[in-house]
C-alpha cells in the first residue's frame, strides 16, 4: 500500500507533507517453516513551523505589532498637501513591507507575511523499518521464533534567514544545517511452549532473549554573510561560524521468561521474569531483575454462585510486580572530556561531566487489584485499584560547585503513585432487528495521586518554577503569589514569607516577595465518554475528553499583559481594566513605560486553572442497505463526516490548555480543527 497526505497547517507557512510506502509478505515455506518480510518507508516534509521567540513567528508577531500596522505598503501621491505636508494616500500596493522600514510599528521589526517565504525552515524526515520474521514449529506444543527489526529515521533540516529580514539583517543572513541519523537493531528469539496438560489445565510458557542497539550520529554547520537570498547553500556563505558534530551509541540486552497456567477458564496464573542490561548506567550496576505475579478468579463460573439477571462475568483479580526504568542520557555515569577546548591552534580537553559509576536502574514496586462484572446484560465494567512505588528516581539534582560542575544524574528519593481507573462500556438501547435504533456509551476516569515520599536528607531541591518537596506531588508549582494591586497607588503586590513558609504579609518589592506551593501541573484525573447511536444504517459518534484540577503557567500573557513593560504591542483587550486613579480596586496595575515595578515578573498572577473539556472527535456516516449494494455487486459502501477537536470548555485563557508537564504554554502552536469527509467500498 502507499499513501501520501498533504496538510495546511493551523499556523501559516507551517504545511506538512507525507509520502509512504508498506509491504507486507508472508511465505510458507513448509508445514513448519514460516517466513514473514514487514517494509515500511516514508518521507515528511515540514517547513516553518517556527515557535514563538523568533521575530518572524506569527504567534509572537502577531501581538508585538500594532493593528494598526498594515501589511502592504502604500501608494502615495507625487506631491505632498499642500496644507498637511502629508503625501496623499491613493491606495495599497501589493509590495509587503519588511518590517525593517522607518516609521512601521511593530516592535520586532518584522512583518511575517514578508520574512516567512524567505525564511525557510525545513525539516525533511525519512524513515525505513523493517522487519524479518522466522518461526520453525518443533513439536506440535514447541515453537522457536527469530525476528531482526532495523529502524533508520534520518533528519536534515534547514533554518534560513534571508538578508533583507530581521532574523537575518545583522548577520547579512545565516544558514543553520543540520543532519541527524538514528539507527535501531533490535533481535528477538523465543522459544514458546504451549499444551493442554490433561483435563481442563492448560499451559503456555516461552523464554526469550533481546538485543537492542540504537547508533546516533549528526553534524551542525552554521554559516553568515550571503550575497543573496537565493543562495541557500553553506558554501556561498562568507562566513563559516561553527561546525560540530556527534556519535553515540546505547545498548541493552534482555533475558525474558513468562508462564501462563489457567484449570477450567476459571483460575488463572501469570509469572514472569526478566534479566535487563544497559549500557547507561555504571559498570557495576548495568543489570536489574524483575519479576511480576498475577491471579485471577472467575468467580461467577462456581457452583455456589447465584443465577441471576442482575450481575454477571465476574472476575476478581491481583498483580504485584516490579519494573525499571533507563530513560537517561546515554552515558550519564561516566566521567567525560570534551575535546573542542583548542589553544592557540593546538587540541586540547576539558572535563564536561562528573562521574557516578553507581548509578543504576530506577525501580517500581506496584500493586494492582481489580473485579470485572457484567450487570444486566447491558455493561460491562472494570474497576482497578493500583499502588505504585518508584525507588532510586533518576534525577538531575544539584552537586557542590567545588566539583567543577552544578548538577549531575543521581539515583535519589522515593515517588508514590496511587490511583483508581474505571472503565464502563454499556447498551442503554438495544434493537431485535438488524437497522433498529441502538446506542451504544463507552467510559473511563483515571484518578491518581503522587507524592514524593523520600529525598536525600528531605530537603528540596529547585526545578525551576516547580519543586520537588517530600510530602508534595513531583509536579508542584512552586513560585511567588500575587496579592493584587496597591490601590493608593497602582503598584503590584506580593505576599511575604516566614521561615516556615507561611504568608506573613505584603510587599511592593519583587526581591521581597516569598515563594509558595502555588498549584500542581498534573491533573487529579482524567475521564472519556464515547456515545455510539445507530439507525437504519445512520451513526453518529462522539468522544469527549476532560483533564481536570492542574494549573498551567500562561507564559505568553507577560508578552500580552504587561503594564507597560512591551509599550506598543498588542495587548489582551482585559489589560483596559487596569488602575486608573487612587481607591481603584483592580487585579491590573497602572501602565508605565518600561514597566511598573516587576509587575510581569513571574508569579501566580499568570498561573491559571488549565481544567477542560474537549469534544475530541465526532463522526457522523451512513451505510447503504443490503438490498442496494448487491445490486451494486459490492459488500458495503459507506460515507461519512469526521472532526477532530471540534469544541473545548476552559477558564485557560491561552492557546491550549492541553500543554506539557512542565505546566507552561508560551505561544504554543495552536491546536487544529480537523474535518474530513470519506467514502469506504468494499468489493
Do not use: C
Amino acid at each position: 500500500s502507499g499513501g501520501y497526505n498533504s496538510i495546511e497547517g493551523t499556523q501559516v507557512f507551517s504545511d506538512y507533507r507525507r509520502t509512504s510506502l508498506r509491504t507486507n509478505i508472508d511465505h510458507t515455506a513448509s508445514d513448519k517453516l514460516n517466513f514473514s518480510l514487514n517494509f515500511n518507508t516514508s518521507y515528511a516534509q515540514q517547513m516553518n513551523a517556527v515557535s514563538g521567540n523568533r521575530f518572524q513567528s506569527p504567534m509572537a508577531t502577531s501581538f508585538t505589532t500594532s493593528p494598526l500596522q498594515g501589511a502592504y505598503l502604500p501608494i502615495l501621491g507625487d506631491e505632498p498637501d499642500p496644507v498637511t505636508g502629508y503625501y496623499p494616500f491613493l491606495g495599497v500596493s501589493d509590495e509587503l513591507y519588511t518590517g525593517l522600514e522607518d516609521g512601521y510599528f511593530g516592535l520586532t521589526n518584522d512583518n511575517f507575511l514578508y520574512s516567512l517565504p524567505l525564511n525557510p525552515v525545513d525539516v525533511n524526515t525519512l524513515r525505513v523499518l523493517t522487519k524479518l520474521d522466522v518461526s520453525y514449529q518443533i513439536f506440535d506444543f514447541l515453537k522457536f521464533s527469530q525476528s531482526v527489526n532495523v529502524d533508520l529515521i534520518t533528519d536534515d533540516s534547514k533554518d534560513f534567514d534571508d538578508p533583507t529580514t530581521n532574523d537575518g539583517e545583522n548577520d547579512n543572513g545565516s544558514l543553520d544545517n543540520t543532519f541527524n541519523q538514528n539507527r535501531a537493531i533490535t533481535t528477538q528469539s523465543f522459544l514458546k511452549y504451549y499444551s493442554n496438560l490433561g483435563g481442563s489445565h492448560n499451559l503456555d510458557a516461552f523464554v526469550g532473549f533481546e538485543y537492542n542497539r540504537v547508533n546516533t550520529k549528526g553534524f551542525y554547520a552554521r554559516g553568515i554573510g550571503f550575497a543573496d537570498g537565493r543562495l541557500q547553500t553553506l558554501n556561498s556563505s562568507a562566513e563559516p561560524q561553527t561546525v560540530t558534530g556527534s556519535i553515540s551509541n546505547y545498548a541493552f540486552v534482555s533475558f525474558l521468561s513468562n508462564v501462563n497456567y489457567d484449570f477450567l477458564d476459571k483460575y488463572l496464573v501469570t509469572l514472569s521474569f526478566r534479566r535487563d542490561g544497559s549500557s547507561r548506567f555504571g559498570e557495576n550496576n548495568r543489570w536489574g531483575n524483575f519479576w511480576s505475579v498475577g491471579a485471577a478468579w472467575r468467580l461467577s463460573d462456581e457452583d455456589f454462585f447465584p443465577d441471576n439477571d442482575v450481575i454477571h462475568d465476574v472476575k476478581v483479580k491481583a498483580s504485584y510486580g516490579t519494573a525499571g526504568n533507563a530513560s537517561i542520557g546515554n552515558f550519564p555515569s561516566q566521567e567525560l572530556y570534551g575535546f573542542g577546548a583548542a589553544y592557540q591552534g593546538q587540541p586540547g580537553s576539558t572535563p564536561s561531566q562528573i562521574s557516578n559509576p553507581n548509578l543504576t536502574w530506577e525501580t517500581s514496586d506496584q500493586f494492582n487489584v481489580g473485579l470485572d462484572f457484567g450487570l444486566f446484560n447491558r455493561v460491562e465494567a472494570t474497576i482497578e485499584f493500583y499502588n505504585k512505588v518508584s525507588k532510586d528516581l533518576l534525577l538531575d539534582v544539584p552537586v557542590s560547585a567545588v566539583s567543577g560542575f552544578t548538577s549531575a544524574t543521581r539515583n535519589i528519593g522515593e515517588l508514590k503513585n496511587t490511583g483508581i481507573e474505571l472503565t464502563l462500556g454499556a447498551s442503554p438501547v438495544t434493537s431485535s432487528s438488524a437497522n433498529g435504533f441502538t446506542w451504544d456509551v463507552d467510559f473511563n476516569i483515571g484518578l491518581n495521586q503522587n507524592e514524593i515520599t523520600a529525598l536525600p536528607n528531605s530537603e528540596d531541591i529547585d526545578n525551576g518554577s516547580q519543586i520537588w518537596r517530600v510530602g508534595e506531588p513531583i509536579r508542584t508549582i512552586y513560585i511567588q503569589e500575587w496579592a493584587g494591586v496597591n490601590p493608593a497607588d497602582g503598584t503590584p503586590l506580593w505576599y511575604t514569607a516566614d521561615d516556615d513558609g507561611n504568608r506573613n504579609g505584603v510587599t511592593g518589592n519583587y526581591n521581597e516577595a516569598g515563594e509558595f506551593v502555588v498549584g500542581n501541573a498534573s491533573p487529579d484525573f482524567t475521564a472519556g465518554l464515547t456515545n455510539t447511536f445507530s439507525f437504519k444504517g445512520l451513526y453518529l459518534s462522539a468522544f469527549f475528553y476532560t483533564a481536570q484540577g492542574h494549573e498551567l503557567y500562561n507564559a505568553s500573557l507577560p508578552f500580552m499583559d504587561s503594564d507597560g513593560v512591551r509599550f506598543g504591542w498588542t495587548h489582551v483587550v482585559e489589560a483596559l481594566d487596569h488602575w486608573k486613579e487612587p481607591g481603584d480596586i483592580t487585579s491590573r496595575p497602572q501602565p508605565r513605560s518600561g514597566g511598573n515595578n516587576n509587575a510581569a515578573a513571574t508569579s501566580t498572577r499568570y498561573l491559571e486553572d488549565a481544567s477542560f473539556i474537549r469534544l475530541k472527535q465526532a463522526t457522523l456516516g451512513y451505510s447503504l442497505p443490503a438490498a442496494i449494494t448487491d445490486k451494486l455487486k459490492v459488500t458495503n459502501v459507506s460515507a461519512y463526516i469526521m472532526g477532530e477537536n471540534l469544541w473545548t470548555s476552559t477558564k485557560y485563557s491561552g492557546l491550549d490548555p492541553e500543554a506539557d508537564e512542565d505546566g507552561s504554554e508560551f505561544f504554543r502552536y495552536p491546536v487544529g480543527r480537523t474535518i474530513t469527509f470519506g467514502l469506504d467500498v468494499t468489493f
